[in-house]
């Protein structure tokens, strides 16, 4: 049986004012999908190339990381991790 096609997995926005927002990645692995990165929740731990600007805020700006059309399943595989940071601060509003 032919693999399954799995178009979910990637997506462009080419109409968009900042494509490509990031630089490095060939335009056609250019995956705009996370456009904002699921990942920023897990702060220093979410694995990718980030800074801390003068005012101490996590700039992402060199990171390209959940850009790249490879690293779906990067991102997706950490889905639990990032759940677990918002139940966590969910209990901590109540």
Known sequence: MAEQAKNYRF???KACEYFPCHQGIPE???NCLFCF???YALGKRCGGNFTYTEKGRKS???CSLPH???HYDTVMDRYDEILSVVERMDREDV
């Open 11 to 13: 997506f462009q926005n």
């Open 28 to 30: 056609e692995d250019f």
């Open 37 to 39: 990165c699921p990942l």
């Open 60 to 62: 992402c700006k060199n």
């Open 68 to 70: 790249r059309r490879e």
